[in-house]
């Protein structure tokens, strides 16, 4: 049995190394998953965000790494149960010039400029909280965005606060810096946007053999210790098992 999953280059969730190897924590855990219920092999489909949920409604491929769940893509493919929860971040310039905190910061700052992928949902987001239109500039892929910081284009590209750690550690907080926004709301405590595997609707016996080992496997000690290697610790897995 074979199948085919399709990703994208955002580290921790996904990448491909110099040697053509495809790792990060998502693929990881597509893997796990996989050979739990009997794939024997196992084939990756490098894409772009904006061409997940056409290609795998299209049957390009079987499946895609986990995105947000929203009620809109939810009417157009099959999710399976949660596998992390993760809020949003920034990545901006070392010190943070126009000490940029959230996207209500960025509303309040009309010469701001906010960087967004396509179709992610940070864009929803930046515009519920006051962002205008005129304020957000579209990527299709993140490395893009990431350069648009680095050379004053933009002043923030809005990503998860886990990826945008990662992708700190690795370039160096000399050269950019990770703004985390905080986690309240109204001052209460929420729970963060929850991400899942997406697949064809028309795939449902892949779907339901897939949650039914996700829902043993996520927030065991071996799936803990396998996220751990890709940064994500107990707060971004915790969310999901609650979901789950």
Same mark, same amino acid.
């Given at each position: ?90 990545? &901006?310039?070392? #010190?943070?010039?126009? %000490?940029?905190? *959230? ?9 701001? !400029?906010? +960087? ?32 648009? &910081?680095?050379? #004053?284009?933009?002043? %923030?590209?809005? *990503? ?9 550690? !690795?370039? +160096? ?42 829902? *043993? ?28």
């Amino acid at each position: 049995m074979k199948v085919t999953i399709a990703y994208i280059e955002e580290p921790p969730f996904g990448w491909t190394e110099a040697d053509g190897a495809t790792v990060g924590a998502d693929i990881d855990l597509a893997e796990t998953i996989l050979r739990q219920i009997g794939v024997t092999k196992v084939e990756h489909r490098l894409t772009t965000f904006s061409e997940l949920l056409p290609g795998v409604r299209a049957g390009r491929w079987d499946m895609n790494v986990p995105l947000f769940v929203t009620p809109q893509r939810a009417d157009t493919v099959a999710f399976s149960v949660p596998v992390w929860g993760i809020e949003d971040g920034f990545l &901006v310039r070392p #010190g943070n010039p126009k %000490a940029l905190v *959230s996207y209500s910061s960025i509303a309040k700052c009309p010469d701001a !400029r906010l +960087g967004v992928i396509a179709g992610q949902v940070q864009h929803d987001s930046a515009t519920a909280s006051g962002v205008g239109e005129e304020q957000i500039v579209m990527f299709e892929q993140q490395a893009e965005a990431i350069a648009a &910081v680095l050379s #004053g284009a933009i002043d %923030a590209y809005a *990503s998860t606060a886990l990826g945008n750690r990662m992708i700190v550690s !690795r370039m +160096g907080s000399s050269v950019i810096e990770a703004v985390a926004h905080e986690p309240e709301m109204n001052g209460r405590k929420r729970t963060p946007p929850l991400g899942a595997f997406s697949f064809n609707r028309g795939n449902a016996g892949l779907l339901e053999a897939v949650n039914q080992r996700l829902r *043993s496997h996520i927030g065991s000690p071996d799936h803990r210790a396998r996220m751990a290697k890709f940064g994500l610790t107990d707060r971004e897995i915790d969310p999901a098992v609650v979901g789950a």
